[in-house]
Every structure is written in C-alpha cells, then in structure tokens.
C-alpha cells in the first residue's frame, strides 16, 4: 500500500504531480520542474522529504557502534555537528549513505534513504549486541522539509529566534520555529544551493510547511528539480550510482572512508584498494545535444562497450546533458561516447560536480 | 492551483499517440496535444532528422526530449515531411507554452488523404483520455 508522508494533503492542494518513489506518494513537480530547479539555484525552494529515515542511536557505546558498522569517523565531529558517511556491507559495497547528526556524546541521528529503512534497521541492529548503544526507528514521528535556496536564511530568519547565520555548513541547531518547538534546524542539503533541513515532527509537518509557504517568497519543489539539483552536483544516488554491488571506493566515497579504525568491510575495501580500483565513478558531460539517462551504454571510439549511465539528465544551469557512470580506470580511449538510442553522442569526462559554487547558489541581492 | 483542464481544440485532428494534425491547404501541420505536454513536461529538445524524407503512417518522425523522459514522434499520416518548425531549435518549450500554435513541430504534404479521415476527432480522442 502506498505511504503518505504528513505533508500529502498540502501536495495534493498545490495540483502536484504524484509518483511513487519508495513507496510513498512523493511530488515529482508541482509547476514544473524547470521552474522549481531554478528557485532552489536563485531564491529558495522547499521540498517535503519526510519519506527519508530517522534512527536515533543512544548509549555509552553510540560511537564505538557508529565507528563499526559506518565507514567515515565519528570522532571527527562535535556535538551539533552532521557528516556525510555510509553503511559498508562487508565486501566493501554500499549498504546505505546517510547522514549523521551528533546531539552529544552519546546521542545521535542518523538520516537514511527511504528505500532501505527497513533494511538498514535490521543491518545495525544485527551488530549492536557488542554495545552499550540502544537504537529508536523515529521515520513514522519525524517529518523533514528541506529549504534549499541562496534565499533560504533570509526566508526563515523572521520565524525564528535562532541565529542562522551561526549555523555553519553541515552544522545544526535546535529551537523554535515558527512557534514549534524543538526543531531541527540543521545546515545541510541535497542540492548545492545552501539552505536547510528541517526536521520536526510530523505532527507539527503542514504548521512549519504553511509558515515557510506564508512567507511568499518560497516555491515548492518536487523531486524531479531535487535530481537534477543533485545530479548538478554529482552527489550521489542511492540505488543508482552505487549499491550493495559497488565497492565504496570505486563509488568515489573515499573522502567518507577512515581506516584509522575498525569498521565492517574495511579489510574488503583495503584489499580492493591495495589492488587498485577497476572501475571509477565519473562526470560525463554532453558537448553536443542529447540527454543520457539511467541505462545508456557508454562506448569507446572502437564502439566497445566500457561502461552505462547511472543517472542522466538535461542541465538547466549548463543547458547540456549531463551523467554519472563508471568508466574503466584505466580506459585509454580518448573518446568516449554515449549510446542515445541510435545515435552515439561525443562526451567529455569530467570531475563533478559538474557547475561551480557561484552556479550552485546564485546570489542576487 | 489544481491543474488546467486539458485544451482539444475542435477543429484539429488527433491520434492515439498523441499527436495533433491541422489541414491548412494541401498541407498538414503537426504536434503533441496539450495533454501530451502535460504528461511529458518541460521539453528540452526536439529532433526531426526527416525533413525532406517520405515517411510512413506510424514512423518516427522524431524525437522529444523532456526534462523527465523521453518521447517519440510519429507521423499521423504518409508523405513528404516538408519543414520542421526552426523556433524550436532554440525555444522547444514553446511545445509547452502553445501545443497548437507557436509550438508545432513538422509540416507533412500527405500522400493519401483518406488516412486524414481515419484520425481521431476531438471528440474521439477526447474520450481516449478521460
């Protein structure tokens, strides 16, 4: 049966355009998607992603567990601090990204996708014996609206006594906001734009989207300007850019691996890594026309095939095609090519993200 | 803010695919209906590689690309593909903005009317959506 998050009536309201999108009835675009990727890169656009896990994760042992079954390292943060990290399975591949949020010590919030709820929460509860640690599933209590947008401060700085501007990137606070209390008000994103996301409860869901609404200067926005936004960025997805089939390390997810500690698949990922990586994620992006999407083929000038798109799209902001996909290390075509239907489309291999921070986050005064 | 109804002008011709045929002399002009637009959403490109070409009732007459998916074109009815519309080259959301008008995507000179009168009516395809 499909799921409604708290805020379904609000989309239906607005004559969103529904899609399932694991499970749940999600917005894909309100007025459209161009419209609604342009707001979040030059003013300010609010998206409902309350489909998105929560697991609270308390006890003296809450580090020791989140250092073994995550791969990036709790002890690099500070209380009222987030960090981007994963779930290796023990062969090194993706279980999950999510995101960690430390309350203190001995608290935290950890941000899943929709899709592995259930299997994440059998994964970590599967190892906790070994710790002092007790873990909540608080998805069905907790809504999250994300205000994405160079306008998002000045949007939300009038609804409350929070000083925003405090709030440094992948930080958080929590307070009042417009009269709701205990609202997570933290300083990450899935977008590139700057903003926030909030995390209230889902009781209090329609009463924090109304008054982010009330403000008149916040456009809706779907998950169809979310992908682009991200794909934009080259941040990646869950399912399509990487899974429990992908080494982390060819993922690119390097940056969020610490072998300074134990962790499950560290001595998979060392091995792949002491071997050296077979295949890597890459930026694809189209010089001519075309728009790769999820599935193409990638070819070489000799028309082997060296690879697929992962996840494709039209660029607003570069008005080209872009894509993720892996690509041998080692190819040493100097061509590559992207199989558009019948048509195979030049692209240059590139480093995402695929704009620059000025692009990300236009800010007009 | 609910959606806008879907505009099938009457005097139009359509096909289950959702294009649109209008008769303007010897000529017919082709597109997607408004309903197509819709479903499609913000178009990004159109290709029509056939200009020039003789085509077949149901061939690909080319190709629209949406921010979202991809479709096909196809012809309505057989003949020579005489022109595509250039505007979209630079300006493909004029599909969106006006389906029936500005937004027209290829003019064909059909080579057997009587398949002009095996296309749907407004009223036909009307009923196909609902």
Known sequence: MERHTPLFARHQALGARMVDFAGFAMPVQYEGIRKEHLAVRQAAGLFDVSHMGEFIVEGRGAKAFLNYVLANDIGRIKPYQAQYSYIPNPEGGVKDDLIVYQFDAQRFMLVVNAANVTKDWDWLTQHIQDFDVHLTDISEDTALLALQGPRAAKVLQPLTPLDLGKI???????????????????????????????????????????????????????????????????????????????????????????????????????????????RRLRGMLVEDKGIPRHGYPVVDETGQNIGRVTSGGHSPILQKGIALGYLPSNFSSKRVFVQIRNKFVQVKVVKPPFITPEQASQKTS | MAADPVNIPEDLRYTSEHEWARREGDVVVIGITDYAQKELGDIVYVEVEVVGETVGRGDVLGTIEAVKTVADLYAPLSGEVLEANETLTSEAEKINEDPYGEGWIVKVRPSDWDEWDALLTAEQYRQLIA
């Open chain 1, 168 to 278: 440094a990137f992948y930080h958080f606070a929590v307070g009042d906001v417009a009269g709701i209390p205990n609202v997570i008000v933290a300083a990450t994103g899935y977008t590139g734009a700057g903003g926030f996301e909030l995390y209230v409860n889902a009781s209090d869901a329609e009463r924090l989207w109304d008054a982010v609404m009330e403000t008149g200067e916040v456009t809706p926005a779907g998950l169809g300007a979310r992908e682009l936004l991200r794909l934009e960025m080259g941040y990646l997805l869950y399912g399509n850019d990487m899974d429990e089939h992908t080494l982390a390390l060819e993922a690119g997810l390097g940056w969020v691996t610490r072998f300074n500690k134990d962790f499950i698949g560290k001595t998979a990922l060392l091995k792949a890594k002491s071997e050296g990586l077979k």
